[in-house]
C-alpha cells in the first residue's frame, strides 16, 4: 500500500499512461477524414462516368461539415482543413447553379475574418478587397498560403463573374506578390489581367488536404474567362481588333464545346461588323462545329449573307434554322460536369446574352415570309406568311419575345404585309379578309382627334412633368400606329377591289382610308417637310398619298374625271413633284379635254431634274414593307402613250400657229 502511494506521488513513476487526445483533436481528424472520403467519392465517381448520381449524394455533405468546423473557435491548426473544406463546399455550390451565386462570396469573407481571428487580428470594418490585402500581407503561416491562395482563386472567380475585372487584377497582383515581390508585373503591350494570372504559381496539392477541382484547372479556367469578358467589353465598345485578339486568346483556352462555340460566334460577330464577310462565316462555321445546337450563330449565317445579298444561300440558312428549332434538343447526357467551376458560369454578359438570343420558330417564319416578299418570291412569301398566321391562331402570343429584341414587328404590320403578298399572288378577296382582321382589331385604340405637334419629341420632353409628358407621347405615338395601320387596311382593300374591276367599292375604302386620316391634326410651322416629321406621322402622310392617287385612278375608270383631278392636286399637295400624281394629273386634264393645260404641265414635269426627285425621295424614311405593293400599285402606267400623245399635240398646235 505505501509502495503504491509512493508511485502516486512520483518517488518512482514507472511508464506513463497515454494521454487520451484532446476533444478538438479527435474532431479534426475526424473532420478530416469525413472531407477525405467525399472528395474521394467524387474523384471516383467522375472515373467511372457517374457524376450525376454521385453529386447529388454529396452535394450538401461538404457545405454541412464545414458549418461544423466553424462551430469551433478559429485556430491556426484547423484553419487548412476549414479554408480547403470551404474551397471544396463553394466549388460544389457553384457546380448547383446556373451561374455563381453572389451571396456564397460571404462565405470566402468569414473565412479570412477567421484567419485574422486565429492570429490575433480583426478586419470586421474592411471590405472584400482590403480584407485579401490585409490577410495576404500579414498572414505568413506557411501551412496557410495554399489554402489562402486556392481560396483567392475561388474569390476572383466571383469578381469575374459579376465583370469587376479590376478587382480580380489587383487579387493577383496580391497573390504574385505574396509569393515573389520581383514578379508582380507584365511586359509592355500585353494585358494586364491575362499576365497576371498567367504567372500565378498554383500552389502545390499535398496528400493531406484532397480538393474536388484541381487550383490548376481553376487558374485556366479563369484565364479563359477574363480573356472572353474583355473581348465581349471591346466588342461592346466597337473596338473589333482588339476583341478579335482577347476572343482568340479565349479559344486557345480551357473550355467546353458549348463556350467554344459562343467564343467563335463572337468572333464571327466581331468579323461581320468589320465588312469581312467570308471570315465571319469561317468563324460561325467553326462554332457549329464544335456545338450543332448553337443556333444563334446559325442564324447570324443567315445574316451575313443577308449582308452579302446572297438571298438563296439566305433562304436556306433560316430553313435549316426554323427545322432546327422545330426538333426537340438532344438530352444532355449529365447536368453535372466533371468540372464543378466552368467557364460558363463565370461569362454573363448583356452583349453576350444579345448576340446569342434564342430564336423562336415564329420569328424565323416570319424571317422567310418577308425575305421572299422583298425579294419578289411571292408564292413563297404567301405560304410563309400563311403559316405565321396558322400559328398565332394556334397561341403564337405565347412564343413572341416582347423584349423590343425580336425580328417580329407589330403583329398588324405581319397582317398587312401578308394581305401586300396575297394581293401581288392575285389572292385579292383573301387579302381583303386579312385586312379586315387588321381594321376590326385596332378600332377601339384609336381616339376620335389626334393632335400631333412638330418635333413633337423634343418639346414634350423639356416640359415640365417630362414623365408624364413621356407617358402621353408613348400613348399618342400608340394611336398613330393603330391608325395608320387601319388606315393601310383600307388602303389594301382599296386596290384589291379595283384589281376586282370593282371600282365603286375600290372608291368607298379609299374615302374611309382618307377619312380616318383627317383624325389627324398637325401643328407647327414647316410640317409639309419630312425631317420635321414624326416617323409614325410620315406613313400616315404616305398612306394618304396613295389614298389619294388609287381614289384617283378609280374616278377616272367611272369617268368621274373632275373629282380624279381633285385628288390628284391634292396628292401633289402633299408630295410636290411626285411623278405618278404629276403624271395622273397630266391624264386627268387631258381626259377632260384640257389638253393645252395638260401639255403645260406635261412640260413643266418633263423639265423637273430627275436627280431633285430622287434626292427628294432620299430624304425620307424608308417606307414600311407593307406600304410596297400599294406604291407599286399606284405607278403611272401609260407614260409612253401619254407622252406620245401630248407629244403629237404640241408639233400639231406649233403647225397650226401662223409665222
Known amino acids: 500500500m505505501?509502495?503504491?502511494?509512493?508511485?502516486?506521488?512520483?518517488t518512482d513513476p514507472g511508464p506513463e499512461p497515454e494521454r487520451e487526445p484532446e476533444p478538438e483533436r479527435v474532431c479534426l481528424r475526424a473532420w478530416d477524414a469525413q472531407s477525405r472520403a467525399v472528395v474521394g467519392r467524387w474523384t471516383t465517381a467522375r472515373c467511372g462516368g457517374e457524376t450525376r448520381r454521385v453529386y447529388r449524394q454529396l452535394r450538401d455533405e461538404l457545405p454541412e461539415l464545414h458549418r461544423s468546423i466553424c462551430g469551433l473557435p478559429a485556430a491556426l491548426p484547423a484553419l487548412p482543413l476549414e479554408l480547403t473544406v470551404l474551397y471544396n463546399s463553394l466549388l460544389?455550390?457553384?457546380?448547383?447553379?446556373?451561374?455563381?451565386?453572389?451571396?456564397?462570396?460571404?462565405?470566402?469573407?468569414?473565412?479570412?475574418?477567421?484567419?485574422?481571428?486565429?492570429?490575433?487580428?480583426?478586419?470586421?470594418?474592411?471590405?472584400?478587397?482590403?480584407?485579401?490585402?490585409?490577410?495576404?500581407?500579414?498572414?505568413?503561416?506557411e501551412e496557410?498560403?495554399?489554402?489562402?491562395?486556392?481560396?483567392g482563386a475561388l474569390q476572383a472567380a466571383w469578381w469575374l463573374a459579376a465583370n469587376q475585372l479590376g478587382s480580380v487584377a489587383g487579387l493577383f497582383q496580391l497573390l504574385s506578390t505574396a509569393e515573389d515581390p520581383g514578379r508582380a508585373h507584365c511586359s509592355e503591350g500585353q494585358n494586364k489581367l491575362l499576365s497576371l494570372i498567367k504567372a500565378w504559381r498554383v500552389p502545390p496539392e499535398g496528400a493531406s488536404l484532397p480538393l474536388v477541382q484541381s487550383a490548376k484547372d481553376l487558374k485556366e479556367i479563369l484565364h479563359t474567362a477574363a480573356a472572353f469578358l474583355q473581348g465581349l467589353q471591346e466588342l461592346e465598345a466597337g473596338n473589333f481588333p482588339t476583341a478579335i485578339s482577347f476572343l482568340q486568346e479565349a479559344a486557345g483556352g480551357f473550355c467546353s464545346k458549348n463556350i467554344l462555340a459562343q467564343i467563335h460566334t463572337c468572333l464571327g460577330c466581331c468579323a461581320q461588323r468589320m465588312g469581312k464577310a467570308q471570315i465571319a462565316l469561317q468563324h460561325l462555321k467553326r462554332a457549329l462545329q464544335a456545338d450543332f445546337q448553337c443556333l444563334p450563330a446559325l442564324s447570324?449565317?443567315?445574316?451575313?449573307?443577308?449582308?452579302?445579298?446572297?438571298?438563296?444561300?439566305e433562304l436556306q440558312a433560316l430553313?435549316?434554322?426554323?427545322?432546327?428549332?422545330?426538333?426537340?434538343?438532344?438530352?444532355?447526357a449529365s447536368s453535372s460536369p466533371c468540372f464543378l467551376m466552368r467557364t460558363e458560369l463565370l461569362v454573363h454578359t448583356p452583349v453576350l446574352t444579345s448576340l446569342l438570343r434564342p430564336c423562336h420558330p415564329s420569328e424565323v417564319k416570319y424571317l422567310l415570309a418577308q425575305r421572299c416578299l422583298q425579294d419578289g418570291r411571292v408564292a413563297d412569301a404567301v405560304e410563309h406568311y400563311l403559316d405565321f398566321l396558322s400559328l398565332l391562331q394556334e397561341g403564337l402570343q405565347q412564343q413572341v419575345p416582347l423584349d423590343g429584341s425580336s425580328a417580329l414587328p407589330r403583329i398588324p404590320e405581319v397582317?398587312?404585309?401578308?394581305?401586300?403578298?396575297?394581293?401581288?399572288?392575285?389572292?385579292?378577296?383573301?387579302?381583303?379578309?386579312?385586312?379586315?382582321?387588321?381594321?376590326?382589331?385596332?378600332?377601339?385604340?384609336?381616339?376620335?382627334?389626334?393632335?400631333?405637334?412638330?418635333?413633337?419629341?423634343?418639346?414634350?420632353?423639356?416640359?415640365?412633368?417630362?414623365?408624364?409628358?413621356?407617358?402621353?407621347?408613348?400613348?399618342?405615338?400608340?394611336?398613330?400606329?393603330?391608325?395608320?395601320?387601319?388606315?393601310?387596311?383600307?388602303?389594301?382593300?382599296?386596290?384589291?377591289?379595283?384589281?376586282?374591276?370593282?371600282?365603286?367599292?375600290?372608291?368607298?375604302?379609299?374615302?374611309?382610308?382618307?377619312?380616318?386620316?383627317l383624325r389627324v391634326q398637325l401643328h407647327g410651322s414647316g410640317i409639309r417637310h419630312t425631317e420635321n416629321l414624326q416617323p409614325e406621322?410620315?406613313?400616315?402622310?404616305?398612306?394618304?398619298?396613295?389614298?389619294?392617287?388609287?381614289?384617283?385612278?378609280?374616278?377616272?375608270?367611272?369617268?368621274?374625271?373632275?373629282?380624279a383631278l381633285l385628288d390628284f392636286q391634292h396628292s401633289l399637295q402633299i408630295s410636290p413633284g411626285d411623278p405618278a400624281a404629276a403624271s395622273y394629273l397630266v391624264q386627268?386634264?387631258?381626259?377632260?379635254?384640257?389638253?393645252?393645260?395638260?401639255?403645260?404641265?406635261?412640260?413643266?414635269?418633263?423639265?423637273?431634274?430627275?436627280?431633285?426627285?430622287?434626292?427628294?425621295?432620299?430624304?425620307?424614311?424608308?417606307?414600311?414593307?407593307?406600304?410596297?405593293?400599294?406604291?407599286?400599285?399606284?405607278?403611272?402606267?401609260?407614260?409612253?402613250?401619254l407622252a406620245r400623245s401630248i407629244q403629237d399635240y404640241l408639233r400639231a398646235a406649233a403647225q397650226d400657229t401662223p409665222r
Open 2 to 10: 505505501a509502495a503504491a502511494m509512493k508511485r502516486r506521488r512520483g
Open 92 to 141: 460544389f455550390t457553384v457546380g448547383a447553379s446556373d451561374s455563381v451565386i453572389k451571396g456564397e462570396a460571404e462565405g470566402i469573407r468569414q473565412a479570412l475574418l477567421r484567419v485574422l481571428e486565429a492570429c490575433g487580428a480583426c478586419g470586421q470594418d474592411l471590405g472584400t478587397e482590403e480584407l485579401w490585402e490585409k490577410v495576404l500581407q500579414e498572414v505568413t503561416v
Open 144 to 151: 496557410l498560403q495554399a489554402p489562402l491562395h486556392r481560396l
Open 300 to 313: 447570324h449565317v443567315a445574316a451575313v449573307y443577308h449582308d452579302l445579298g446572297e438571298i438563296d444561300t
Open 319 to 332: 430553313t435549316l434554322l426554323y427545322e432546327a428549332l422545330g426538333k426537340s434538343p438532344p438530352a444532355a
Open 415 to 517: 397582317f398587312l404585309e401578308a394581305a401586300s403578298a396575297l394581293e401581288q399572288a392575285g389572292r385579292h378577296q383573301d387579302a381583303i379578309t386579312v385586312c379586315e382582321e387588321v381594321i376590326s382589331r385596332t378600332t377601339d385604340f384609336i381616339p376620335r382627334v389626334l393632335r400631333v405637334e412638330e418635333r413633337q419629341e423634343q418639346l414634350e420632353s423639356s416640359l415640365p412633368g417630362a414623365e408624364l409628358a413621356g407617358g402621353l407621347l408613348s400613348q399618342k405615338k400608340e394611336s398613330l400606329c393603330c391608325l395608320a395601320w387601319r388606315a393601310a387596311g383600307y388602303l389594301h382593300q382599296g386596290w384589291a377591289w379595283a384589281k376586282l374591276g370593282k371600282s365603286k367599292e375600290a372608291v368607298t375604302q379609299f374615302s374611309r382610308c382618307l377619312s380616318d386620316l
Open 537 to 563: 406621322v410620315e406613313v400616315l402622310q404616305k398612306i394618304r398619298l396613295l389614298s389619294l392617287l388609287g381614289r384617283g385612278t378609280q374616278f377616272l375608270e367611272l369617268g368621274r374625271n373632275k373629282e
Open 588 to 641: 386627268a386634264l387631258w381626259e377632260l379635254n384640257r389638253k393645252q393645260e395638260a401639255a403645260a404641265q406635261w412640260q413643266k414635269f418633263s423639265q423637273s431634274c430627275p436627280a431633285e426627285d430622287e434626292q427628294q425621295q432620299g430624304q425620307g424614311r424608308s417606307l414600311p414593307l407593307y406600304l410596297v405593293s400599294c406604291q407599286q400599285h399606284a405607278v403611272f402606267p401609260h407614260s409612253e402613250t
